[in-house]
């Protein structure tokens, strides 16, 4: 079961349920990975002319780690077109990137977008 108030997000590949999740532990595993910065990394995967499949294959990766851990890179790629390819999975990424950082309320406590 998910729980979106922790950032969770799921989706299905090839009739299996996966869960996203982009914890402070899996945004890091994104950079090394990537050798880029967070911000950087989310300004190119909104601009379409720089994302690439290889960057959706690192980001992909990196959210299932908390919940497939024994996924790897290469899995996570094959899971791309199980998935829809980019056009199906970006929309799941991106909803549990945004759920990942919380938007403060008035009262200063931090909830889920």
Known sequence: MINPHKGEVAFTADERRYVLHYSIDAICALEESAGKGFPALVQEMADPDKMSVSLLRKVLWAGLR?????????????????????????????????????????SGDARPQ
């Open 66 to 106: 908390e919940h497939h851990p024994d996924l790897t890179l290469k899995d996570a790629g094959e899971l791309i077109l199980g998935a829809g390819g980019m056009v199906g999975l970006f929309p799941h990424i991106e909803r549990a990137i945004a759920a990942a950082f919380p938007a403060a309320t008035e």
